[in-house]
């Protein structure tokens, strides 16, 4: 169900996904499986967290978030009815579950958006802030980036976004950390991350050096190692301080790490704190380097400042291994969108 608005999309979901059962008290609780979930991109209020949605004034929608694959068979859904006003038992069910677990995609939405506005502040580029998306307007090398803030955006919003894609000399990136805006009109490539999070606790001390970036000459050599590290070739040939420059490191809450073995820079990393979470992005190591605990290193020195702190990040494949072992937990999935 692709559609963005009107009733007839809520009737024609619940006729083909839900069947119901009873129907006693003045609210209803649905839950519906993932194949639908991108109903939350229709225009409805959002309420009590990333996965509920307040259809009007009594009904609930409550989504699945679980991940399926085109083989796995449709889960089944059933009408169920609960007292009114709706409680939120989820911390009842897990009740040693870390309170950060719950609001976690709205907290990498928040975290990625500062990341972002950093990024676009120190390179000079047009940051765009609307309700539903915070948007960075680079050139024909760096492209645009969408980072959408709410699981609802309207037709007006989602139509601007459009629009600034389309007119995008570069490559176009989106982030929808709430898993539920389609931009398959776009004609993008998207694959799912899962966000992990790590409450507060003791880090131990990493196994090489880790400093945080204070020189020029040591923030070009972050730069070069995680364009080579995620072979980001839109950045070649490489011109310093185009991607991070100088000033990055002066904005509100951003920090970069450098692992640093027998006089070599081996890793780099860039943190984020914001509103009391703290998130990690591009922590990689150069081809040259790796298997050899470089990656460890940087996110065990960078998250020594933050251990008072719960701490996000969207995780690739290969690197969820790494951070489980360092007591980040998966707790819900991110889609990313790509034009390249």
Do not use: C
């Not at 398959?184 to 400093?211: F, K």
């Not at 007591?327 to 990313?336: D, I, K, Q």
């Amino acid at each position: 169900m692709k559609e963005q608005n009107g009733s007839r999309e809520y009737d024609s979901v619940m006729q083909a996904r839900a069947r119901p059962q009873k129907a006693n008290g003045s609210a209803i609780s649905v839950e519906i499986g993932p194949a639908v979930r991108d109903i939350t991109s229709s225009g409805w209020r959002h309420d009590e967290g990333p996965s509920r949605l307040l259809l009007g004034p009594r009904l609930l929608l409550r989504l699945d978030h679980r991940t399926v694959t085109e083989q796995e068979p449709p889960v089944a859904n059933t009408w169920q009815t609960t007292p009114d006003p709706v409680e939120d038992r989820s911390r009842q069910d897990h009740p040693d579950r870390p309170a950060a677990f719950d609001d976690a995609a709205i907290r990498q939405a928040r975290n990625s958006a500062a990341f972002w506005t950093a990024i676009g502040n120190s390179r000079g580029h047009e940051v765009i802030r609307r309700r539903s998306f915070l948007a960075v307007l680079g050139g024909e090398r760096a492209g645009t980036r969408f980072l959408l803030q709410e699981p609802d955006p309207d037709a007006h919003e989602l139509a601007e976004l459009t629009e600034l894609a389309v007119r995008s000399t570069g490559p176009v990136d989106a982030e929808d950390p709430f898993d539920s805006t389609d931009l398959s009109h776009l004609g993008m490539r998207n694959w799912q991350m899962p966000i992990m999070v790590r409450p507060p606790g003791p880090v131990p001390a990493p196994a090489m050096e880790v400093i945080r970036v204070r020189r020029t000459h040591e923030l070009q050599t972050a730069e070069e190692i995680l364009i080579d590290g995620f072979e980001l070739t839109r950045f070649t040939p490489y011109r310093p301080g185009e991607m991070f420059p100088t000033t990055l490191t002066e904005q509100p809450g951003v920090g970069v790490f450098l692992a640093v073995l027998d006089g070599e820079a081996v890793g780099a990393g860039v943190t984020v704190v914001h509103d009391g979470f703290g998130s990690h992005y591009w922590v990689g190591t150069p081809s040259a380097h790796r298997s050899r605990g470089a990656g460890r290193a940087v996110m065990l020195g960078s998250l020594a400042p933050m251990s008072n702190l719960p701490v996000t990040l969207t995780a690739s494949r290969l690197g969820r291994p790494l951070y489980e072992s360092l007591g980040f937990t998966a707790v819900t999935s991110s889609t990313w969108w790509s034009s390249q």
